[in-house]
T-cell receptor, first 116, second 112 residues
Framework: DGGITQSPKYLFRKEGQNVTLSCEQN?????MYWYRQDPGQGLRLIYY???????QKGDIAEGYSVSREKKESFPLTVTSAQKNPTAFYLC???????????????FGPGTRLTVL | SQQGEEDPQALSIQEGENATMNCSYK?????LQWYRQNSGRGLVHLIL?????REKHSGRLRVTLDTSKKSSSLLITASRAADTASYFC????????????FGKGTRLSVIA
């Protein structure tokens, strides 16, 4: 049963704490992405990784950090430097099918983070 | 930065009617995709249309692309209550694993 899993589904954090959101995929996809979604809004890109041990900042990377030590895993850490972290976080991946033949993103179910 | 902008922001129709959503974008693209999101869930890919295509069908979905106007439309025919969701367009600038750029979405409500 292939797919992308995110955990936990709901996460509560006190101000000043760092938290790490998990994203795992067994689709053998090379590229993985983290998005943030606020109520009634679209998706904004936080970080993405096209291969293991490499990642790039997206539009709103400040206050977040990532790692890509394994192809299957792309955890996102929300640090205390992120001023307004309450949001819905979505992880996605894309398989490599050759240049110009692809791009469909597969999404996980999301993690809703609330700062208390 | 968000490139795609969907219109309308919200749409409410009766079951059986057709629903049309539009997306405008700013720069040249490799392809444009439409996704659906049920409340509190992840996004699901619906359809992809490449820059050299003008129209594409998938079941009750019909997507058009007008690159001269930098716009796309998604038509859902014979809508059902289960079609109630938010719909997003996403643009891709070039091939490869470059990130998609999503719009803010259209919230569709289909009333039984």
């Amino acid at each position: 049963d292939g797919g992308i899993t995110q955990s936990p589904k709901y996460l509560f954090r006190k101000e000043g704490q760092n938290v790490t959101l998990s994203c795992e995929q067994n689709l053998n996809h090379d590229a993985m992405y983290w998005y943030r979604q606020d109520p009634g809004q679209g998706l904004r890109l936080i970080y993405y990784s096209q291969i293991v041990n490499d990642f790039q900042k997206g539009d709103i990377a400040e206050g977040y950090s990532v790692s890509r030590e394994k192809k299957e895993s792309f955890p996102l850490t929300v640090t205390s430097a992120q001023k307004n972290p309450t949001a819905f976080y979505l992880c996605a991946s894309i398989g490599s099918r050759g240049r110009g033949t692809y791009n469909e993103q597969f999404f996980g179910p999301g993690t809703r983070l609330t700062v208390l | 930065s968000q490139q795609g902008e969907e219109d309308p922001q919200a749409l409410s129709i009766q079951e059986g009617e057709n629903a049309t959503m539009n997306c405008s974008y700013k720069t040249s693209i490799n392809n444009l995709q439409w996704y659906r999101q049920n409340s509190g869930r992840g996004l699901v890919h619906l359809i992809l249309i490449r820059s050299n295509e003008r129209e594409k069908h998938s079941g009750r979905l019909r997507v058009t692309l007008d690159t001269s106007k930098k716009s796309s439309s998604l038509l859902i025919t014979a809508s059902r209550a289960a079609d109630t969701a938010s719909y997003f367009c996403a643009t891709v600038f070039n091939s490869g694993n470059t990130p998609l750029v999503f719009g803010k979405g259209t919230r569709l409500s289909v009333i039984a």
